[in-house]
């Protein structure tokens, strides 16, 4: 009758040890730095991979020619970079947490 307990507090700790594994990896992502680039280089938004942008860099020379369309579209690049190497170190990470077996789509652990 008991028995029932035991699975209930394995599942409990497992769950725990989860949750300390998620929260050390969103401390992670703040310590880790992330970048996007656009046009070879003309544009870079750097942060860090908690998604939290920290400078925008443009290129002198894009700014004096004064194509502000351009320079538009290429921040815009820029940032889409940003977030897309988000993704994808994000999903690594979470990767190595789940051992690989893969979480359903949408479920990212509050990452």
Known sequence: MLKGFGDLANLIKNARDIQQKVDSLKQSLVETPA???????????????????????????TVQRGDVEMLEDL???????????????RRAKLAELT?????????????
Do not use: C, W, Y
Request: hydrophobic share 40%; proline share 5%; glycine share 20%.
């Open 99 to 111: 051992g690989g077996l893969g979480l359903p789509p949408g479920m990212d652990l509050g990452l």
């Open 35 to 61: 970048e996007g680039v656009s046009g070879g280089g003309l544009v870079r938004i750097k942060g860090r991979a908690d998604g939290t942008v920290q400078s925008v860099d443009l290129d002198p020379a």
């Open 75 to 89: 921040v815009l690049a820029a940032i889409n970079s940003f977030n897309q190497n988000l993704a994808e170190h």
